[in-house]
């Protein structure tokens, strides 16, 4: 089945050290995204890359990074992770365009001790 | 600009009773909306989505939702609630400053009492 994938699933690291989740897509989508989400919240958009353009929102912190080195792959790094980017992180993808379905992964929890 | 808001951070009901989760949109065109349901540490998954080609929207686990544009709503139902229904629901529209992105609710929890 065509989907998206995201691993690890968990993610344990330790403050300040440098992690790195990954997903992959084999929906041969256009777009892809990286959400944080807070327990009890709704996702919130990082950045998405459309092809290989890079789209950041403009309150994404600069310890957020992201890198897409072909249609399928796209890496979400952390710098120098906090306490406070423990969340769950979600990849998604879509054909790009007005009212495009967007398809999530099944999501990485990162854990920062 | 485009936004949505669910009514209710939390709504439980029997099981067998009927479901209704809120959500109210403002946008200044013809929006595509959307529902979608998370299970406990897993990702988003769609449950419904329209289009404008039917005001009754059907969508996957006997749920449906009605696009009234007078009332600006799109709720979302399901006749008769079952134990596995128990998620977090988002509603979302398209965000039409960027066609590839969408703006989530706030998320409703569903709870089922047996």
């Known amino acids: 089945d065509a989907m ?16 790195t989740l990954s ?3 084999t929906l041969n989508h256009n777009v892809m995204y990286w959400y944080q989400q807070k327990s009890s ?29 072909n249609t399928s792959f796209c890496f979400l790094d952390i710098r120098s992770p906090g306490l406070g980017d423990a ?16 398809y999530f992964g099944p999501g990485t929890r990162l854990l920062v001790l | 600009a485009q936004s ?13 009773a009927l479901v ?27 449950l419904l989505k329209y289009t404008s080609a039917a005001t009754l929207v059907k969508g996957i686990n006997g749920f449906e939702a009605e696009f009234k544009k007078s009332e600006t709503s799109f709720h979302l139902t399901k006749p008769s609630a079952h134990m596995s229904d128990a998620a977090e629901y988002f509603c979302a ?5 960027s066609a590839s992105k969408i703006i989530f609710g706030s998320g409703t929890r569903l709870s089922i009492r047996p």
């Open chain 2, 93 to 97: 529209v398209t965000d039409y400053s």
């Open chain 1, 87 to 102: 969340a769950m992180y979600l990849c998604a993808t879509s054909r790009g365009g007005n009212g495009e379905t967007q």
């Open chain 1, 41 to 69: 919240q709704a996702p919130k958009l990082l950045f998405h890359y459309y092809d290989k353009d890079f789209n950041n929102e403009a309150d994404t912190p600069d310890n957020f990074q992201s890198r897409r080195p």
């Open chain 2, 4 to 16: 949505v808001t669910q009514l209710g951070s939390h709504v439980s009901v029997s099981e067998g």
């Open chain 2, 20 to 46: 209704l989760l809120r959500c109210n949109y403002s946008s200044s065109v013809p929006p595509y909306l959307f529902w979608y349901v998370q299970y406990p540490n897993q990702g988003l998954q769609l």
């Open chain 1, 23 to 25: 997903c992959s897509q």
């Open chain 1, 4 to 19: 998206v994938i995201q691993n690890p699933r968990y993610q344990v690291t330790q403050f300040g050290k440098p992690v």
